[in-house]
C-alpha cells in the first residue's frame, strides 16, 4: 500500500490538494515585509547586552559614543531623490559588516 493510498481515500482529494498547491503562491501565512522608515531601532537596543554585542560587534555604549561622533558628518546628509536609512541603521549595518570577517557566517548571530 503506498503512503497516498493511506492518506487520500480517493483521487479528488489528491487533486483538490495538488490544485491548492498550484494556486498558492505560498502555503503559510506570511509577514508583510518591515520597510526601512518602520523599522524599529528601539528593538536592537532593547535586546540583552550580549547579544547587542554579538550583533553590532560593540557594546550600546560604545555604539551611542560612534554615533555621537558621526552623526553630524556631511556624509549622511544629501540631497538625493533616493534616500538613505537613518545614520543609526547605517552605523549598525556597517559595525555587523565589519565584524564578519568576510565570510557572513552566521554562527552566535541573533536574527
Not at 3 to 30: A, H, K, P, W
Not at 70 to 96: D, K, R
Request: glycine share 4%; net charge negative; charged share 20%.
Amino acid at each position: 500500500m503506498l503512503v497516498t493510498d493511506e492518506l487520500f481515500s480517493n483521487e479528488d482529494d489528491m487533486g483538490d490538494l495538488l490544485q491548492t498547491v498550484i494556486l498558492s503562491r505560498y502555503l503559510n501565512v506570511r509577514a508583510p515585509p518591515v520597510f526601512h522608515d518602520e523599522f524599529d531601532l528601539a528593538r536592537l537596543f532593547e535586546m540583552q547586552s550580549i547579544d547587542f554585542k554579538q550583533s553590532t560587534r560593540t557594546t550600546k555604549e560604545a555604539f551611542v559614543w560612534l554615533l555621537n561622533r558621526i552623526y553630524l558628518h556631511p556624509v549622511f546628509h544629501n540631497n538625493s531623490f533616493c534616500p538613505q536609512l537613518p545614520i543609526p541603521h547605517q552605523l549598525a549595518i556597517s559595525l555587523e559588516q565589519l565584524g564578519a570577517n568576510g565570510n557572513r557566517a552566521s554562527v552566535g548571530r541573533c536574527a
